[in-house]
Antibody, heavy 121, light 105 residues
Framework: QFHLQESGPGLVKPSETLSLSCAVS?????????WSWLRQSPGKGLEWVGDIYHSGSTIYNPSLKSRVTISVDKSKNHFSLNLNSVTAADTAIYYC??????????????WGQGTLVTVSS | SYEVSQPPSVSVSPGQTATITCSGEKLGEKYTSWYQQKPGQSPVLVIYQKNKRPSGIPERFSGSYSGNIVTLTISGTQATDEGAYYCQTWDTTVVFGGGTKLTVL
């Protein structure tokens, strides 16, 4: 059964870097799928953060691009998110997800359970 | 940047048909997906490529489109269908609607 699991600190101080990892199990990360990070502020809607392909190619939300880095480790079958210079506005549940993308059709078909990250001193 | 909009809330009686819309310029020409999110849970894909259902999603969920509007229809709505529904499309970046809270009264 395909599964995604986020992990990382639940509390990050303002101005520091938020770092999360997503472990992929039940299948290889080296497929035709892309791999994504999304977030959801408490009580709010979904926001896409960015994607990575197993080759290392990335695409980011323009509004976060200057602060985001997504990387992949094929040997460990996981991918990671770094978001620097965080503020309270970055407090959210962070989800990792699998993307099926065929050029014009793009959707998230598997999601992790999500992990809450709070930015506070 | 491209934007789509959804009504904040929709109410329906059990057994009736719920209709949730998502509107955006020429949205019917784009591939749109729908996600269901119950409180405290991750989103679940219920419709992709406008009107396809993933394995395990009940037949009462369907998608349609016309012009600037795409629609998620839930026929014979059940109490378990209550939650938030998000439309999503792609236009140079990922675009989500603000979400619609479905209440089954």
């Amino acid at each position: 059964q395909f599964h995604l699991q986020e992990s990382g600190p639940g509390l990050v101080k303002p101005s520091e870097t938020l770092s999360l990892s997503c472990a992929v199990s039940g299948g290889s990360i080296s497929t035709t799928n892309w791999w994504s990070w999304l977030r959801q502020s408490p009580g709010k809607g979904l926001e896409w953060v960015g994607d990575i392909y197993h080759s290392g190619s990335t695409i980011y939300n323009p509004s976060l691009k200057s602060r985001v880095t997504i990387s992949v480790d094929k040997s460990k079958n996981h991918f990671s998110l770094n978001l620097n210079s965080v503020t309270a506005a970055d407090t959210a549940i962070y989800y990792c997800a699998r993307v099926t993308w065929s050029g014009i059709s793009y959707y998230f078909d598997f999601w992790g359970q999500g992990t809450l990250v709070t930015v506070s001193s | 940047s491209y934007e789509v909009s959804q009504p904040p809330s929709v109410s329906v009686s059990p057994g009736q048909t719920a209709t949730i819309t998502c509107s955006g310029e020429k949205l019917g020409e784009k591939y749109t997906s729908w996600y269901q999110q119950k409180p405290g849970q991750s989103p679940v894909l219920v419709i992709y490529q406008k009107n396809k259902r993933p394995s395990g999603i009940p037949e009462r969920f369907s998608g349609s489109y016309s012009g600037n509007i795409v629609t998620l229809t839930i026929s014979g709505t059940q109490a378990t269908d209550e939650g938030a529904y998000y439309c999503q499309t792609w236009d140079t970046t990922v675009v989500f609607g603000g979400g619609t809270k479905l209440t089954v009264l």
